[in-house]
T-cell receptor
Framework: EAQVTQNPRYLITVTGKKLTVTCSQNMNHEYMSWYRQDPGLGLRQIYYSMNVEVTDKGDVPEGYKVSRKEKRNFPLILESPSPNQTSLYFC???????FGTGPESSYNEQFFGPGTRLTVL | SQQGEEDPQALSIQEGENATMNCSYK?????LQWYRQNSGRGLVHLIL?????REKHSGRLRVTLDTSKKSSSLLITASRAADTASYFC??????????FGDGTTLTVKP
């Protein structure tokens, strides 16, 4: 079954204790992305990756790290979590092929994982 | 500020009625997408409309796009209780950055 998986699904931790949330997709997608969702703020992009070894900052990258060593995996690392990183996190992937420019050029439907609910005390 | 902003923030209707939600964005786009999210779960892609399209249909969904006004609307016809969810519009840049709106929460009463 084509899917995006995230682990763990739920995590309660304490301030400063490093953690990693894993994300894996089995669709051979080139594009992967992390989002956080907070009440009243919609989804905000943390980091994204257009391909292996290529990562870029989204709108809210502070306090997070990512890596893309393999096509299928895109882990999110919180080196020193703080309470303001308590949130619902989603990983997503997309085929995102670009053929030239203009409206016919891209196909970027994103497939989302089930989410990771993180609480930092 | 959000690239995509949905309006209204919340919408409550009776089963069988139509639901219309709107999205505005700020920069030029190649395409615009609509997603649905059931409470606390991952988003599911509904429909994509390209910037050279004005209207698109998929089942009970109808999406329009007005690039001159930088706005889009999603119409759900003959709504059902199962349509209760949050709906988001999203836009992307060629560089890969994605922006989602704050969403419209739709409640369909049986």
């Amino acid at each position: 079954e084509a899917q995006v998986t995230q682990n763990p699904r739920y995590l309660i931790t304490v301030t400063g204790k490093k953690l990693t949330v894993t994300c894996s997709q089995n669709m051979n997608h080139e594009y992967m992305s992390w989002y956080r969702q907070d009440p009243g703020l919609g989804l905000r992009q943390i980091y994204y990756s257009m391909n292996v070894e290529v990562t870029d900052k989204g709108d809210v990258p502070e306090g997070y790290k990512v890596s893309r060593k393999e096509k299928r995996n895109f882990p999110l690392i919180l080196e020193s979590p703080s309470p303001n990183q308590t949130s619902l996190y989603f990983c997503a992937s997309s085929l995102r092929k670009l053929f030239g420019t203009g409206p016919e050029s891209s196909y970027n439907e994103q497939f989302f994982g089930p989410g990771t609910r993180l609480t930092v005390l | 500020s959000q690239q995509g902003e949905e309006d209204p923030q919340a919408l409550s209707i009776q089963e069988g009625e139509n639901a219309t939600m709107n999205c505005s964005y700020k920069t030029s786009i190649n395409n615009l997408q609509w997603y649905r999210q059931n409470s606390g779960r991952g988003l599911v892609h509904l429909i994509l409309i390209r910037s050279n399209e004005r209207e698109k249909h998929s089942g009970r969904l109808r999406v329009t796009l007005d690039t001159s006004k930088k706005s889009s609307s999603l119409l759900i016809t003959a709504s059902r209780a199962a349509d209760t969810a949050s709906y988001f519009c999203a836009t992307d840049t060629n560089a890969g950055k994605s922006t989602f709106g704050d969403g419209t929460t739709l409640t369909v009463k049986p």
